[in-house]
T-cell receptor, first 115, second 115 residues
Framework: AQKVTQAQTEISVVEKEDVTLDCVYE???????LFWYKQPPSGELVFLIR??????QNEISGRYSWNFQKSTSSFNFTITASQVVDSAVYFC????????????FGTGTRLTIIP | GAVVSQHPSWVICKSGTSVKIECRSL??????MFWYRQFPKQSLMLMAT?????????EQGVEKDKFLINHASLTLSTLTVTSAHPEDSSFYIC???????????FGPGTRLTVT
């Protein structure tokens, strides 16, 4: 069975601070995909990143960066120089396949950026 | 990216009535569609997976006779909540994929309130 754990339920930081959201996963599959989604108050899921299990390179996209460590089954997400618009719930998710397999979501981390 | 729409975006219905939610892939053919449910301040939980032209596969604990899913075409899947009760009030989100090697795209969600 697959499982995604986001131990941080809520985080609050002051604007411009850096913040890291933790994600730990469990799976028996040798090939799998990890995702991060942002869910603003409107409710719509915003895709942030997808990473397959064979690609352990860290990725940076603007103020966002992701650290994938297979050895610890973690896929952490860091926002640098946080902004108020980053306030949202962030979900980490796991899939056994790229497209037509179900996503197993973590419980989410509610991030509040204090102006 | 590909666009998935849901209709209605929100609906209020009386207890005991049925309500239908539509999920459409607007610019691609969705061979697989997923239906998720999200209760307030909780994670997304998969309800069922549907492949075009075949019966939906329901997750454990989801009543297939209560949550009717139809995926009759490659661009449309419907979820009908039959004899809705207040405990069915939730945010329902669909996603669609056009193959095993393709991205899974999420709709904007439908907020259902049963009074």
């Amino acid at each position: 069975a697959q499982k995604v754990t986001q131990a941080q339920t809520e985080i609050s930081v002051v604007e411009k601070e850096d913040v890291t959201l933790d994600c730990v996963y469990e799976t028996r599959d040798t090939t799998y995909y990890l995702f991060w989604y942002k869910q603003p108050p409107s409710g719509e899921l915003v895709f942030l990143i997808r990473r397959n299990s064979f690609d352990e390179q860290n990725e940076i996209s603007g103020r966002y960066s992701w650290n994938f460590q297979k050895s610890t089954s973690s896929f952490n997400f860091t926002i640098t120089a946080s902004q108020v618009v980053d306030s949202a719930v962030y979900f980490c998710a796991l899939s056994a396949n790229f497209g037509n397999e179900k996503l197993t979501f973590g419980t989410g981390t509610r991030l509040t950026i204090i102006p | 990216g590909a666009v998935v729409s849901q209709h209605p975006s929100w609906v209020i219905c009386k207890s005991g009535t049925s309500v239908k939610i539509e999920c459409r892939s607007l610019d691609f053919q969705a061979t697989t569609m997923f239906w998720y449910r999200q209760f307030p301040k909780q994670s997304l939980m998969l309800m069922a997976t549907s492949n075009e032209g075949s019966k939906a596969t329901y997750e454990q604990g989801v009543e297939k006779d209560k949550f009717l899913i139809n995926h009759a075409s490659l661009t449309l899947s419907t979820l009908t909540v039959t004899s809705a009760h207040p405990e069915d009030s939730s945010f329902y989100i669909c996603s669609a994929s056009n193959g095993p090697s393709y991205e899974q795209y999420f709709g904007p969600g439908t907020r259902l309130t049963v009074t």
